[in-house]
């Protein structure tokens, strides 16, 4: 009981990284934008975010330094992208490579550094209930936050008249932009918003899940979240219900290694990606599924006929 | 105001202007890095842009990074070009560094020189064998190559790590996480004394030109390319996208998978978990620099190796870190790409705004949202 409490609390953990950044990719591809460089603004949003915590010792300090590197950086891929009609999976790859090396060159001094001691947190009188006290009710407040985040978000593209035509913009452009929305500005402030929201994940890993620097930490968890999206067929409910999943499946393997499975590490390592793998396949089975759920102008730039 | 206005044709002057007004944009932006580091900043150009050509053993280090890096490029040019995403060069490169290994590792003292073709062909099939399954995940289950690809990338790292930290460590190691050194048979043989250029630039320099021949002199070349650039008028002469698909993943990995057995049995002489260095995702902006063209390719790739080469100068005797490399590569696809918008379109200072007064047949259409 004890460990199963630990294992749904660390999986609501690692959750919440994968939750946010693909929540903040989903209002990208709901405007029509494949963001490609996830994985790189995640990196440099966990250095200026380590930065911002080593510096300041807030936590909220160190999540809106993330979020302004990811909006900054999704806003220079949207410049690319939206206005010079770049191809997006060509800019997106190169935000990744340079957020990498742009990490890693900025992030070099705070490798030696560490954070002071890390604030406990628990919600009065729940989080003294046996077993689900330990399992929900001891987490940061991001943890949280990711979940109001995604009812926000599903409120906002269905219930109220920005998410229409943000959702618009993705859908068709030309009867956006014929209906005299900015179909371009809305489209930058998407990316911008969703670079935020993958930024304040790559602060979350750096300053609160490991916590620490290291080059490359972000490990790929850009680039699962751009699956979630897919998975999760662009709504955030299951979004959040896919980063779980994940997330399980990368507690997983500390709790198999935990226990003594006479499995080599590395191959325990592998799960997350072998389980993206999976599911990209499993979810792609079906064409026709996949198209009828995606915004009909993913990845198709727009140019307003002047 | 400036706007962007749509030419006629792609400029052909500037596809191949780009490139180079990106490295001039890139070295720019590099200077103004050096200087806000407080280093000199022509010592640091130098680095990147000097000391990597300035001896014939510097030229011949410049060779050994640009080999494999022109190899993984070559094949990403192919699959760029048919409009498939294999990102995961990096993987396959890994995959072909295990098979080669693998090969090498067999060897014995009565082994003769041809192992060294055993190995390459290993390596070749290792990272044919790993882009197939992207290919076969694709064309069957149609998910998505761009994310098959990287997660691939990091299951063949764990791989490599598996092996190197369990069964294929070296017993007499000291504990290290590598292989035994392989023996001298496997070694790619050398061109030159004091210097560590080997086989493989001649095989490199060979598939270039295989490449230019199959890409705009066979049809098959041709049958691949119509299907990146204009898919609908692929299918409609018939040409088969699930073949085009296979063909770049194939070629792709294979080229990468020669390019890791060419690395380990070459200038590495053993398998550590510091094989990879990240030549495959290099080889990316090589294939786009290098303007998706296998001779432009050898031009873009001895440019990134002297990027690799400037990097570890400038952390060894400037003392700035080797990530500097990454941060250059990255600007200049960047740059790159913003550039090559110029091919496409022309800056035009336009006076009056938009809005005024449709009067013409076209005015009228282009507000109807065309």
Redesign the interface.
């Known amino acids: 009981m004890e460990t199963l409490a630990l294992l749904i609390a660390a999986t609501m953990n690692a959750g919440t990284v994968l939750a946010i950044a693909a929540l903040g990719l989903l209002i990208n591809e709901r405007a029509g934008v494949v963001n490609l460089g996830a994985e790189g603004m995640m990196l440099v949003a966990a250095v200026a975010g380590y930065a911002a915590a080593v510096h300041t010792g807030s936590d909220w300090a160190a999540f809106a330094a993330g979020a302004a590197a990811g909006a900054l950086l999704a806003s220079l891929l949207g410049v690319l992208v939206i206005w010079l009609n770049t191809n997006q999976y060509a800019t997106g790859l190169a935000l990744s490579l340079f957020g990498a090396g742009l990490s890693a060159f900025a992030g070099i001094r705070y490798t030696q550094e560490k954070l002071g001691e890390r604030p406990r947190f628990a919600i009065p009188v729940l989080s003294d209930l046996p077993f689900v006290g330990p399992a929900f009710f001891r987490h940061h407040p991001m943890v949280y936050l990711a979940i109001v985040a995604a009812v926000a978000i599903a409120w906002f593209l269905w219930r109220s008249r920005g998410g229409l035509v943000l959702r618009s913009v993705g859908e068709s452009p030309e009867a956006a932009h014929a209906l005299g929305y900015p179909v371009r500005l809305i489209r930058l402030a998407a990316l911008a918003a969703g670079g935020a929201l993958c930024g304040v994940a790559g602060a979350y890993v750096s300053v609160v899940y490991t916590p620490l620097w290291v080059e490359g930490m972000v490990a790929g968890r850009g680039w699962i979240a751009l699956a979630l999206t897919t998975f999760a067929t662009w709504r955030p409910g299951r979004v959040l219900l896919g980063a779980y999943l994940f997330g399980g499946v990368t507690m997983l393997q500390f709790q198999l290694q935990g226990q003594g499975v006479e499995v080599p590490s590395q191959f325990l390592t592998m799960l997350p990606y072998v389980a993206t793998i999976v599911v990209l396949v499993l979810i792609s089975r079906n064409p026709a599924w996949i198209r009828s759920n995606m915004p009909a102008s993913l990845g198709r730039p727009f140019s307003p006929g002047t | 105001m400036l706007?962007?206005e749509a030419r006629p044709a792609p400029s052909r002057a500037m596809s191949v202007a780009s490139p180079l007004i990106a490295l001039a944009v890139t070295v720019v932006v590099g200077a103004l890095l050096f200087s806000a580091l407080g280093k000199d900043p022509v010592r640091g150009l130098q680095m990147f842009f000097y000391e990597p050509i300035k001896s014939g053993y510097a030229l011949g280090e410049l060779a050994v990074k640009a080999v494999p890096l022109a190899l993984i490029a070559l094949g990403l040019s192919l699959c760029f070009r048919s409009n498939v995403?294999n990102?995961g060069a990096e993987g396959q490169f890994i995959v072909g560094a295990i098979a080669g290994a693998g090969v090498a590792m067999t060897a014995d003292a009565t082994t003769g020189r041809w192992i060294v073709a055993a190995v390459l062909l290993a390596g070749m099939l290792g990272g044919l064998a790993w882009a197939g399954i992207v290919a076969l995940?694709r064309d069957r289950?149609?998910?998505?190559e761009?994310?098959?690809s990287?997660?691939?990338v990091?299951?063949a790292d764990?791989?490599l790590?598996?092996l190197v930290?369990?069964p294929w460590k070296d017993p007499k190691g000291y504990n290290f996480p590598q292989t035994i050194t392989f023996l001298k048979a496997t070694q790619v043989p050398r061109l030159f004394d004091g210097s560590r250029v080997n086989l493989g630039l001649p095989i490199a320099l060979a598939l270039v030109g295989l490449f230019w021949v199959f890409m705009f002199r066979t049809f098959a070349g041709f049958q691949q390319q119509v299907g990146g650039l204009a898919p609908l008028a692929a299918r409609y002469a018939g040409f088969s996208s699930r073949r085009a698909l296979w063909t770049a993943l194939l070629v792709s990995g294979a080229t990468a998978g020669l390019a890791g057995a060419l690395e380990v049995a070459g200038p590495l002489g053993q398998l550590t978990p510091y094989v990879p260095v990240g030549y495959g995702?290099?080889a990316?902006?090589v294939a786009?620099v290098g303007r998706l063209h296998p001779v432009g390719v050898v031009f873009a790739a001895v440019l990134m190796s002297m990027f690799y080469i400037g990097g570890e100068l400038a952390q060894s005797r400037l003392g700035l870190?080797k990530?500097?490399?990454?941060?250059?590569?990255?600007?200049l696809?960047?740059a790159l790409?913003?550039c090559?918008?110029l091919i496409?379109?022309r800056v035009r200072r336009r006076k009056a705004p938009?809005a005024a007064a449709p009067t013409s047949a076209r005015a009228l259409?282009?507000?109807?949202?065309?």
Do not use: E, K
């Open positions: 706007t962007l995403w990102i995940l289950f149609n998910a998505n761009i994310l098959v990287l997660m691939l990091y299951v764990m791989l790590s598996y930290y369990g995702f290099a990316i902006i786009f870190p990530s500097l490399t990454g941060v250059f590569q990255g600007l696809l960047f790409l913003a090559d918008t496409h379109y938009a259409r282009a507000q109807g949202g065309a």
